[in-house]
């Protein structure tokens, strides 16, 4: 790991710099792709594509809000009902103040569970070999959540892209927590000057596959398929046990809890035995997710990249 980026500007949260992209995938014909394939949504000789659906804790929204809901409804709504008039001419001022707040945080709450439920099942990135090109999906919330959605594809040339991780970390209360993440750099051509960054995937406790990702993804834009170990799609079906089980994978009965248990690490074990205890948080926390993705849209690519995306890859504009 360098001392520093090699980008410019520099990402706040970086941590490491990734192979530069034409130097050689350095795996002897052998990678370790164990667990990659949770991030493969298709892969052929004309197209990669890479879900993101890992980087979005999905459900979290819901919860919070319907948590949010239950506790006013139990625990104020009632004191509101026995005190009666008295709880409005007692303390008027203070009064005001409680619902004002109460109202603010309903709103935020309610915002939670909007983001939730309208964010598409997915946002992938395309990897086309064929015309060296990415083709990222993203979504952009307006300001107000009740507001139309704002869609694009953001369009580079695989030639402008590099990648580096980044990492976040900070002190809960109770735990210090670390959350890695793996950025595309868009730079201008034949510079470092960074223009863009995109998420490839983000809320990764150990980053230890963003190397093996990145030279996947290198060895496929160079050669396609043929020298790479074969990947199985992930199943992009919204089932209820795979939902149920989405913050415990280790835990699944189902055909993706096999796989995932099969391709575990040392560390994937270690994790497992100090997440299993908060069993009581996830199972909620997997019926939110399963309510949450049915009322997802699912993305939808269109059929050809317009004019005016296309324009990206000769003159950026991106949001910073």
């Known amino acids: 790991m360098t001392s520093g980026s090699r980008f410019s500007p520099s990402n706040p949260l970086w941590y490491e710099d990734l192979a530069p992209r034409d130097s050689t995938v350095d795996f002897s014909g ?36 319907i948590v949010f809901f239950l506790l006013i409804s139990v625990g104020f709504v009632p004191v509101i ?12 001022w203070g009064t005001a103040v409680i619902i004002a707040m109460l109202i603010g945080l309903s709103v935020m ?37 009740f507001k139309p959605w704002r869609g694009r594809v953001k369009v580079y040339d695989w030639d402008c892209v590099e990648a580096e991780i980044a990492k976040l970390s900070g002190f809960t209360g109770k735990a210090y927590v670390v959350r890695y993440e793996l950025h595309l750099v868009i730079c201008r051509p034949g510079t470092n000057e960074a223009v863009d960054r995109i998420a490839l995937k983000k809320n990764d406790v150990t980053g230890l596959t963003f190397c093996e990702l990145w030279s996947y993804i290198r060895r496929y834009m160079a050669d396609g398929t043929h020298s790479l170990p ?42 497992a035995l100090l997440l299993v205890w908060f069993f009581w948080l996830w199972i909620p926390l997997g019926i939110c997710h399963y309510i949450a993705m049915r009322c997802a849209p699912a993305p939808q690519w269109p059929s050809e990249i317009d004019i005016e995306s296309r324009s990206l890859l000769k003159s950026p504009q991106p949001e910073l």
């Open 109 to 145: 709450a309610l915002r939670f569970i909007i983001f939730d439920c309208r964010l598409p099942r997915d946002t992938p990135v395309r990897f086309n070999r064929i015309e060296q090109k990415i083709y990222a999906y993203e979504y952009i919330q307006s300001f107000s959540s």
């Open 81 to 92: 009902v026995m005190m009666g008039e008295q709880f409005f001419t007692a303390l008027p």
């Open 230 to 271: 074969p990947l199985r799609e992930r199943d992009q079906d919204v089932g209820f046990l795979k939902s149920l089980f989405s913050y415990m994978p280790y835990a699944s009965p189902t055909e993706e809890g096999q796989r995932f248990r099969k391709n575990m690490r040392w560390i994937d074990y270690c994790l």
């Open 30 to 65: 052998k990678l370790d792709i164990r667990l990659l394939d949770q991030d493969i949504n298709h892969i052929d000789d004309n197209y990669l594509e890479i879900s993101r659906t890992s980087s979005v804790l999905r459900g979290g929204g819901l919860f919070i809000g």
